[in-house]
């Protein structure tokens, strides 16, 4: 790490603290190590995430590479690496979930290279410590989302773009650069859909410092590859580019109700000022430390004073030429801001913001430092430190009080259900059920297809997510068509965290339509569980086809 010079040592207290962690660099980097390495197995995962993302990823990628389905809903990148993985080893739960533990650590030894010339020592440290004891961190590095690919992209594309504007300081920038650079801004865009704001940002950076050529040359790329790739979408795969599933449902006032209707402009306003609460007054004090996990407490308060702390440092980065870090202010405005806008409040998830969450912890600790390292009062010193210590230590109580440490002994013991909640044991009790009991030919339909194929073998069902009718013939005949032979039911909890006696009951009020006028379609063959019960019906279509 470069020394770098950080006021008065003999005056300034966090110019000390810089000075003895330089000088005790390699026992911290050491000791940092071994923590990550224990951390990362010790809450290692090796169950599929109930989620459902999770587990869609794998089965868009086996998909790619049994059947040769490009995967065009989400950002299809990284299905598409899996896939490789999947033709490699085969459908390795393991194997695809230790990927995401090596992108996870590529970001996170990318990310503190990346600022390691700009940012202060103690930044660099304290955002390390953060990130290390953070299980919500940990957490995607045993799980197959995107995000650990996506933040080990956008910390090479960081790393990439601040050598380019070291480069820039005494050489012109190159054609070459600017590829790479636009090379790095389409694979995030194929990644993750609100990575398109990437280059805006960009675009507005080059211009802030009156960098014309890199602003042309990247410009032109990202629209030639972009080009390219729709292009290709269109004549050789034929797919649509116009037509984005995804898109859909997020321009709908609810993802899964279209009878709501699609947003309004007020209601993407009120979307955004929703998720500023959710995610900045409740999600980011969790990560921090200074909000219990499971607190649900979101005053508008701290959003506020967060965007107001957050812009001053922007424009305090902008005005002491510190371009690496103003450049990060600006992609994370844009990035969080069209999260914000985009996403319905309901989804109220911290993988939302997980990659734009080390970002954020960089500017507003080096902004902390920078206002506090030259001022004499030595209580405005100490403060600040002390708070930056208490999120450190309170992250690291945190993640041993929210880590279920012997899960991962019992689930590489063989216990694979082991850490799951009864409803979902019964559930996937059934999926293995239907694979081993049923015949090949049969197809039954559920909630959750990917999960259930992933823990039957690879079984194919079929998933019942929605409905819209409420015609009995239309919904059986649905799956008549797709010739479904049972349908599995479950109690999965609508509230995770706690049996309140609310279940998901998509497919309870889909085979109820059905039942009102044809009582003896559904016939009872399995029941797992005596609590949040699974079931297993055979469908009976007599009835129905005599009507015809």
Not at 128 to 143: D, P, T, W
Request: charged share 15%.
């Amino acid at each position: 790490m470069k020394k770098k010079t950080f006021g008065q040592p003999n005056k300034s207290l966090p110019g000390r603290i810089s000075s003895y962690l330089r000088g005790h660099q390699k026992i911290i980097l050491i000791g940092a190590g071994f923590t990550y390495i224990l951390l990362s197995f010790l809450t290692f995962n090796l169950r599929v995430s109930e989620g459902g993302d999770d587990s869609a990823y794998i089965i868009r990628a086996l998909r790619l590479f049994e059947e040769g389905r490009f995967p065009k809903f989400q950002g299809p990148l990284y299905p598409s690496i899996l896939s490789i993985l999947v033709a490699l080893t085969g459908l390795n739960i393991v194997v695809l979930k230790i990927s995401s533990w090596v992108f996870l650590t590529i970001s996170l030894l990318l990310l503190l290279k990346s600022y390691s010339k700009e940012a202060s020592t103690i930044t660099i440290a304290a955002t390390g410590m953060l990130l290390i004891l953070n299980h919500h961190f940990l957490y995607f590095g045993s799980q197959t989302y995107s995000e650990a690919f996506f933040m080990a992209l956008q910390a090479g594309f960081l790393l990439f773009l601040f050598h380019t504007i070291q480069w820039q300081k005494q050489h012109r920038v190159r054609i070459t650069q600017t590829a790479i650079l636009a090379l790095f801004l389409v694979s995030l865009y194929l990644t993750r859909t609100v990575a398109i704001v990437a280059t805006p940002a960009i675009i507005i950076y080059f211009m802030t410092q009156k960098q014309w050529r890199a602003l042309l040359y990247t410009t032109l790329f990202v629209t030639l590859f972009l080009s390219a790739y729709f292009l290709i979408l269109n004549t050789i795969i034929n797919i649509d580019p116009t037509g984005n599933d995804q898109l859909t449902s997020l321009l709908q006032k609810h993802p899964y109700d279209k009878s709501q209707g699609m947003e309004t402009l007020p209601g993407f306003f009120v979307r955004f000022w929703e998720n500023s609460k959710i995610y900045l007054s409740k999600h980011f004090f969790i990560l921090t430390g200074y909000k219990p996990a499971m607190s649900l407490s979101k005053p508008p308060l701290p959003a506020i004073l967060l965007y107001l702390f957050f812009s001053w440092g922007i424009i305090r980065f902008y005005k002491k030429n510190q371009r690496f870090l103003f450049f990060t202010g600006i992609y994370v405005a844009f990035s969080v801001g069209l999260t914000f806008f985009a996403l319905q409040p309901l989804w109220d998830q911290v993988r939302l913001i997980i990659p734009f969450f080390p970002l954020v912890l960089i500017i507003i600790i080096e902004t902390i430092i920078g206002l506090v390292k030259q001022k004499e009062r030595r209580w405005a010193q100490q403060i600040s430190l002390l708070l930056i210590s208490i999120a450190i230590l309170l992250t690291g109580v945190q993640t041993l009080r929210q880590t279920d440490f012997s899960s991962v002994f019992k689930n590489i013991q063989g216990e694979k259900l082991y850490g799951y909640t009864p409803d979902w044991q019964n559930y996937l009790k059934m999926a293995e059920y239907v694979a081993k009991e049923l015949p090949d030919d049969s197809y039954a339909a559920c909630r959750k297809p990917n999960m259930a194929r992933l823990h039957s073998g690879g079984k194919k069902f079929y998933g019942i997510y929605s409905f819209n009718s409420a015609n009995p013939d239309t919904l059986l005949m649905n799956l008549y068509e797709r010739n479904v032979s049972h349908i599995m039911v479950a109690s999965l909890r609508k509230n995770p965290r706690r049996n309140t006696g609310q279940v998901i009951n998509t497919i309870h009020r889909y085979m109820s339509v059905i039942a009102k006028k044809y009582p003896q379609s559904f016939i009872l063959k399995k029941q797992i569980g005596e609590n949040e019960k699974a079931w297993l019906f055979e469908i009976d279509y007599t009835r129905f086809l005599e009507n015809q």
